[in-house]
């Protein structure tokens, strides 16, 4: 069996635990493929197995590698997205972040995680992603985002008009610094800070939510995601910001956009015990107070 790993960096104090992590990958017979980046900087402080290969392209994940591993949090991981793309690769999140929602499983579950790739005791969750069609090329080989879209204004710009679709109808006019449309995976990011609900991940939704709104009375509100939403934009500057997750460039606001859901689906892993329920409970911290 091969997986692939990914890695932005290893601090100091991840140095024991990452070590734990090859150490049970080469226990279980699980041939890694290290991110070239990472490697390089691991390779002198980790001992890893014999054979230990390399890629740093999508193209060099071929169909033996059954998993994609990411070490770090919730971005580490957004990061493997654009790795995996279409291919049949489920992709696992080890938490070395902060509060890790989709890097859910703790460092202190090293050996679990590893053990059920192994003994194939894991849950895949299947997760939608949202696409982005643009009148100009935008993102590359990847307009696609597991978290979410969103328009932003430039720095200390003015706020800008963003009249929204479903389907070529009209929806409103947002007069706000920007809008965000997430996936029900990502309703638990950047949608939920602005005041945007929490939505189920199978719910077969997008939320659409602002940033802060000029008008009180805008509330995000929740759509299904069968639709096709659109956006013409107006501004005091010429440029705009848009942003696929972690992933932003900077466009003429004439430019036409329009997402959907994509054609295919992603896998996340997660083990047995962990549900959606537990991971609101744990990272909200629901529950903790003493007059319940």
Known sequence: MKAAIYSRIMDDDQQKDVQLFFDELSKQKIEPVIFQHFFEQIKEKIKLPSGTTMFLLSEELTEEIEFIISLGGDGTLLDTITLVRNKNIA?????????????????????????????????????????????????????????????????????????????????????????????????????????????????????????????????PIIVPDNNIISFEIEGRTEKIICALDSRREIVNKEVQLAVRKETFLLKLVRLSENNFLQTLRNKLTWGLDKRN
């Open 91 to 219: 992709i696992m999140g080890i938490n070395f972040g902060r509060l890790g929602f989709l890097a859910g499983i703790g460092r202190d579950e090293v050996k679990t995680a590893v053990r059920a790739i192994a003994n194939r005791t894991y849950v895949l969750d299947k997760r939608t992603l949202i696409h982005l069609d643009a009148s100009t090329s935008l993102f590359g080989n990847v307009p696609y985002g597991l978290n979410e879209f969103s328009i932003h204004k430039r720095d200390t710009a003015s706020m800008i008009k963003i009249h929204t679709y479903l389907n070529g109808e009209f929806l409103n006019t947002y007069w706000s610094d920007g809008l965000i449309v997430a996936t029900p995976t990502g309703s638990t990011g950047y949608s939920l800070s602005c005041n945007g609900p929490i939505v189920f991940p199978d719910s077969g939704s997008f939320v659409i939510t602002p940033v802060a709104p000029h008008n009180l009375n805008v509330r």
